[in-house]
């Protein structure tokens, strides 16, 4: 009995610890992996998970909850639900189903794959091992078969490896991570294209699978250029070509978020054309790469001039006298012939070079100031050249040029870039040009005639660079940096220049300052020369008033007697039959001829005494005047100098009168001279007084 009792006791402790051993609870996040250890069947090779009852790892998953799996026959290792926090993806790798093709990178995808989550669908629908195309989205909850797949995120691995080199690797470092399958922890963020500060970029992408590229591609275009073909044949502009070739087909793959349907449309691996613009994106790592690069800016005042290293053949349409290289139509290899205006285009650099070239005046400076709207004149320095004589010049030059839109294309053809147009065209044209003029002039010829040398520089400037199709707005000499042995010859003749003006200003200053004390004298006696000779006027003109008075009462009284002799004459013919009467009448005429010629006489003599009488008093005043003005002496020598000058006097005396003033003597010799002349009173009152 007791034997029996203790197996019995034995099978009920043994039940139960099968029963517990067996009872399994699988929390709300969690999934229960089933290890079958004994089975009739075997797995097919190369399969870790079985679907038909085979010893291994099942197919079917223990979801949450109290779960039932009888031990030992069947092992549960608990694992969490794959789950992808936000700003991350989860890129699937594949551990069972068929062998992809060879040569192939990437698993084929299927609609209803799904997730991932339902390994039989997978399987049963010709799911291949390896890389799955599509990738796990920001978010992602899923109970995905740890035996199945491995699901790669940025700080976790969820699966369990079955190859023999990861699961040593797991064990090792107590789980994998990104970096054990080649990946860092970036790649598996969520790509993001936005602008960085100030500047736009854009996503050049290559693709690492794929068909290999038609020889001679270098990217892959979906579709080709067939739709530019299309395009040329019925007329389109270039400016619709370049839109065409500028738009993306990207809305046929997402963006390459849908690999496989990159694939179907025939994407081939390698560069591709169409870059992403702004915006996130769930791109495979293993698949695709993204390189971050700016974003063309074509400002005002700029054109860009496209060189297309992809596209049709080559087709030149520059003409036969054009031999710098091929101008294309867009869509061809080559530079095209349209250039692209004011905006933002998101063009891939890696496939098209865009050289920016300024269509507003360009100011170039041949100095060691640079031009702050470009750097091109970065390499520019004073021009260097020797006079005639030897004479070294430093000369600072700005030279003004433009470049047409639409000969941008043609300008870049010829000098490759405008940084290459101002170096190896401009400084070379323009420097020795300026030493050639240099050399044949002296050095103060092409000081003298520096406007001549700029107006010569700039024709000739015009005219090469009219060879190049570029326009010449002004080329400008903006300062001259003389030898100093010159300096010194220049200072020291301008220094004498200087003091000669300096000596005849001088002259003249003491010139104009004689003539002002002359008129400052002249005006001081201003006053009283202008009193005196108001007064001598004013009694001259009183005396002769009055001695035209007199002749006019002269000539009265003449009028009166010839008026009575012809009334005498008259009445003596009317009464000319009486002979007495006759006589008494020509006693009567003669004796009024007599009483008027007398009468004449008398008026003639009192108007003329009377004259004299005027003229004397009229030159007493004017003495008075004088002398007032100029005092008694000068007074008197003025009377009798123009006494002497009217009258022829000799006024040497006979008999030298020795003693006192010459003045006295002269004034004596005088008074005896005019001792018969009116004006003796007045001359003895002027002397005395």
């Not at 970096?179 to 960085?196: C, D, K, N």
């Not at 009055?546 to 009166?560: D, F, P």
Request: hydrophobic residues 45%; without cysteine.
């Amino acid at each position: 009995m007791l034997a029996i009792l203790i197996v019995l006791i034995v099978i009920v402790l043994v039940t139960v610890l099968v029963l517990l051993r067996s009872l399994h609870s699988i929390g709300p996040a969690q999934l229960g992996l089933v290890n079958k250890r004994l089975a009739r069947r075997s797995l097919d090779e190369g399969n870790p998970v079985a679907l038909h009852g085979e010893a291994g790892y099942q197919g079917a998953l223990l979801m949450p909850g109290l779960r039932f799996k009888l031990w030992p026959v069947f092992a549960v290792t608990k694992h969490p639900w794959v789950q992808v926090p936000a700003g991350e993806i989860g890129v699937v790798i594949a551990q069972v189903g068929d062998a992809i093709k060879i040569g192939a990178k990437s698993a084929e995808y299927k609609a209803e794959f799904g997730n991932f989550s339902q390994l039989d669908v997978f399987l049963a629908n010709g799911g291949q091992k390896g890389v799955q195309r599509p990738v796990l989205p920001p978010g992602t909850l899923a109970p995905i078969h740890p035996a199945g797949f491995l699901v790669i995120t940025a700080d976790r691995v969820y699966g369990m490896p079955v190859s023999g080199e990861l699961r040593s690797l797991a064990e090792t470092r107590r789980g994998l991570t990104a970096e054990a399958f080649g990946l860092s922890t970036e790649q598996l963020m969520v790509t993001a294209i936005s602008p960085r500060g100030t500047t736009d970029i854009i996503g050049i992408v290559t693709t690492l699978e794929g068909e290999p590229l038609p020889s001679g591609d270098i990217s892959s275009r979906l579709g080709g250029f067939d739709d530019v073909v299309s395009m040329s044949e019925l007329g389109a502009a270039d400016a619709e070509i370049i839109d065409t070739l500028l738009g993306s087909k990207n809305e046929l793959h997402n963006n390459y978020q849908d690999f496989q349907a990159f694939v179907e449309h025939g994407g081939r691996i390698g560069l591709q054309h169409d870059p992403l613009l702004y915006g996130a994106y769930l791109l495979n790592p293993f698949l695709v790469k993204v390189e971050i690069a700016p974003m063309l800016v074509v400002r005002q005042g700029e054109v860009a001039v496209v060189k297309s290293f992809v596209g049709l053949p080559t087709l030149d349409t520059s003409g036969t006298e054009f031999k710098f290289g091929s101008i294309v139509r867009p869509g061809r290899r080559g530079i095209w012939q349209e250039p692209l205006r004011t905006g933002k285009y998101p063009i891939n650099p890696r496939i098209y070079a865009a050289e920016i070239v300024p269509t507003s005046i360009l100011t170039l400076n041949w100095a060691t100031a640079v031009s702050q709207a470009h750097n091109l004149d970065s390499a520019l320095s004073p021009i260097e050249g020797k006079s005639r004589e030897g004479f070294v010049f430093r000369i600072d030059l700005q030279v003004q040029i433009h470049v047409s839109d639409t000969k941008a294309p043609k300008v870049i053809s010829m000098v490759g870039n405008m940084q290459n147009l101002v170096n190896e065209v401009l400084q070379s044209a323009v420097g020795n040009h300026f030493r050639n003029t240099l050399q044949r002039l002296e050095a103060v010829r092409f000081i003298e005639t520096r406007d001549e040398v700029q107006q010569a520089a700039m024709e000739a400037i015009t005219r090469y660079l009219l060879s190049y199709d570029v326009e010449t707005r002004g080329v400008y000499i903006q300062d001259v940096v003389f030898p100093v042995e010159l300096v010194k010859v220049l200072t020291e003749r301008e220094i004498a220049k200087q003091e000669k003006a300096t000596f005849h200003e001088q002259r003249e200053a003491q010139h104009a300052r004689i003539e002002v004390e002359k008129a400052r004298g002249t005006a001081d006696m201003q006053g009283q020369l202008a009193t005196s000779q108001v007064s001598i006027e004013i009694n001259r003109n009183t005396a002769e008033a009055r001695a035209e008075q007199a002749r006019g009462e002269a000539a009265y009284v003449e009028t009166t007697a010839r008026a009575e002799a012809t009334k005498v004459e008259v009445i003596g013919k009317a009464d000319a039959g009486r002979i007495e009467v006759i006589g008494n009448a020509e006693a009567s005429k003669v004796h009024a001829l007599g009483a008027a010629e007398a009468t004449r006489t008398e008026a003639v003599g009192l108007a003329e005494a009377k004259a004299a009488e005027a003229l004397g008093l009229a030159r007493a005043e004017g003495f008075e005047a004088q002398k007032a003005a100029l005092g008694s002496a000068a007074t008197a020598m003025v009377a009798a100098i123009n006494a002497i000058a009217e009258g022829g006097i000799d006024v040497m005396p006979d008999v030298l009168v020795t003693g006192g003033s010459s003045i006295e003597g002269l004034a004596a010799s005088l008074i005896r001279r005019f001792s018969g002349s009116p004006e003796v009173p007045v001359l003895v009152d002027a002397v005395q007084n």
